[in-house]
């Protein structure tokens, strides 16, 4: 059974963000601990940035939760999104095989607010659902050519958007699923050579 889904926070940013992380879409609501990105706790997403930033993570419930989220998303000037704003999700499954894209997060939008925003870093890439896919899909929507080499993670092209050249990464995934290919202090440097310029 397919349900229709919108996006429940669209995008948060920081006035100061520099870099554009980009996932699918939130996990089944069942599996939120908090109102907010990456809400279910076995995602290491949280784990990685609080890294980055130099924080323990304190909060993993309800509000306080999101307020240390947003913190650390100003300590490393990251704004972040999903590029699903609208989907249908099949058997209220969170996988990314079980979302169908119904409407794409304006990202183009999310550029033209927060001009400092020079790298983007998608989370997923395998598979006919992920954030490189759903991307690709919508540049070449947007007409903008977009191409990613071949080889081992992190790949990295680039696209020439309003005089700007933006580098578009992808990263290995942070979803525990995904993470038992590659250690965490691995994940941790992989994003934080893309984060911190």
């Not at 784990?47 to 993570?57: G, M, N, T």
């Not at 870093?121 to 080499?149: E, H, Q």
Request: aromatic share 10%; charged share 25%.
């Amino acid at each position: 059974m397919k349900k229709q889904e919108i996006h429940p926070w669209n995008w948060f940013a920081p006035e100061n963000s520099k870099t554009l992380i980009i996932g699918t879409f939130p996990p089944t609501k069942r599996n939120w601990k908090y109102d907010f990105f990456y809400p279910n706790t076995a995602n290491l997403f949280w784990r990685i940035l609080a890294k980055i930033a130099d924080i323990e993570l304190q909060c993993n419930l309800g509000e306080e939760a999101v307020i240390e989220r947003k913190k650390i998303l100003k300590i490393v000037a990251v704004a972040i999104t999903d590029m699903g704003r609208v989907i249908l999700r099949n058997d209220n499954s969170s996988l990314d095989e079980n979302l169908e894209i119904v409407e794409y997060m304006d990202i183009f939008q999310i550029l033209d607010e927060y001009p400092e925003i020079t790298t983007i870093i998608c989370t997923s890439s395998s598979g006919k659902v992920s954030a490189m896919r759903w991307l690709t899909d919508y540049l070449k929507a947007k007409n903008v050519a977009c191409k990613f080499p071949q080889g081992k993670k992190p790949l990295k092209t680039e696209i020439n958007y309003n005089k700007k050249i933006i580098k578009i990464v992808i990263a290995y995934s942070s979803s525990a699923r995904a993470s038992n290919r590659i250690s965490f202090a691995e994940l941790v440097a992989i994003y934080q050579k893309e984060i911190i310029h």
